[in-house]
């Protein structure tokens, strides 16, 4: 990618951070952990057309919603990402989730669907169903300190782009370990970071590990945040890398 085309991507992911979702683990945790509320409904869509020497097209739109009543919590999101670069398509991904969670004290148990294809990992189709039990080991400062563990299990049924005549699809039960932590540093920082592992139930040297954390400075309305990500799989079903590692700069801002 030439620089100014880098620039321009970087510059992309400063103003609309966190719109990327092309790994196969989605962090669902930070998408959906502002829907607490009665009732929640979020929509946005961002294009970017760009001709001449650089040839660019970029589109990103997603839907959030949800609503809580007494100890029932449903959350939902659609989310569609489109780029093209040269004429080149590098992503058009769709991922969709259902989750409804049941509270018991500061703990709860959640059932979820999640639907979703991904290009760059030449993944067609990923459907997963599953439920577990999240525990609150650490709550404390109205949630501001917290930090949670969850137990799950789900089915995961992918369907990979093998070649360009042959599909090959992977049906398994996966294992699931995931820890939800956020700590103050301080007045104005604070750190949050969400892990999953995913272990195969007939198959202990498939597993895969997902690390997200997230370094925030918040100011009144406005807050800056640093964050890293990196995703292993162990055992890739076809022939690309085995990680993928991402670092962005971005904002957010509150009303």
Same mark, same amino acid.
Request: charged share 20%; glycine share 6%; with cysteine.
């Given at each position: 990618?030439?620089?100014?085309?880098? !620039?321009?991507?970087?510059?992309?992911?400063?103003?609309?951070?966190?719109?990327?979702? *092309?790994?196969?683990?989605?962090?669902?945790?930070? %998408?959906?952990?502002?829907?607490? *509320?009665?009732?929640?409904?979020?929509?946005?869509?961002?294009?970017?057309?760009?001709?001449?020497?650089?040839?660019?097209?970029? !589109?990103?739109?997603?839907? %959030?919603?949800?609503?809580?009543?007494?100890?029932?919590?449903?959350?939902?999101?659609?989310?569609?990402?489109?780029?093209?670069?040269?004429?080149?398509?590098?992503?058009?991904?769709?991922?969709? @989730?259902?989750?409804?969670?049941?509270?018991?004290?500061?703990?709860?148990?959640?059932?979820?669907? @999640?639907?979703?294809?991904?290009?760059?990992?030449?993944?067609?189709?990923?459907?997963?169903? =599953?439920?577990?039990?999240? @525990?609150?080991?650490?709550?404390?400062?109205?949630?501001?300190?917290?930090?949670?563990?969850?137990?799950?299990?789900?089915?995961?049924?992918?369907?990979?782009?093998?070649?360009?005549?042959? %599909?090959?699809?992977?049906?398994?039960?996966?294992?699931?370990?995931? *820890?939800?932590?956020?700590?103050?540093?301080?007045?104005?920082?604070?750190?949050?970071?969400? /892990?999953?592992?995913?272990?195969?139930?007939?198959?202990?040297?498939?597993?895969?590990?997902?690390?997200?954390?997230?370094?925030?400075?918040?100011?009144?309305?406005?807050?800056?945040?640093?964050?890293?990500?990196?995703?292993?799989?162990? /055992?890739?079903?076809?022939?690309? @890398?085995?990680?993928? *590692?991402? !670092?962005?700069? =971005?904002?957010?801002?509150?009303?």
């Amino acid at each position: 990618m030439r620089l100014l085309e880098l !620039f321009i991507a970087l510059l992309f992911q400063l103003i609309i951070p966190g719109k990327t979702l *092309s790994q196969a683990i989605i962090n669902t945790e930070t %998408l959906l952990k502002e829907i607490d *509320s009665t009732v929640f409904f979020s929509s946005n869509a961002e294009g970017d057309i760009k001709s001449g020497n650089i040839n660019l097209l970029q !589109f990103n739109s997603s839907i %959030l919603g949800g609503f809580k009543k007494k100890n029932h919590l449903v959350r939902g999101f659609v989310n569609y990402e489109f780029l093209s670069e040269e004429k080149r398509t590098i992503s058009s991904d769709m991922s969709g @989730q259902f989750r409804y969670n049941l509270f018991v004290g500061n703990h709860s148990f959640y059932t979820f669907f @999640q639907l979703q294809n991904t290009l760059s990992l030449q993944l067609n189709k990923r459907l997963v169903s =599953g439920l577990g039990f999240r @525990q609150a080991l650490i709550k404390k400062d109205s949630s501001k300190n917290y930090f949670d563990i969850g137990y799950g299990v789900f089915y995961e049924n992918e369907v990979y782009q093998e070649t360009n005549n042959s %599909l090959l699809d992977i049906e398994n039960i996966r294992i699931s370990l995931a *820890s939800f932590s956020q700590f103050k540093l301080g007045k104005k920082c604070r750190i949050m970071t969400v /892990t999953y592992f995913q272990l195969n139930s007939q198959n202990m040297n498939d597993f895969r590990v997902f690390v997200e954390p997230r370094f925030y400075y918040d100011l009144k309305k406005f807050s800056f945040y640093l964050k890293g990500m990196y995703r292993y799989h162990n /055992t890739p079903y076809i022939d690309i @890398q085995n990680y993928d *590692s991402d !670092f962005l700069v =971005g904002f957010e801002y509150k009303l």
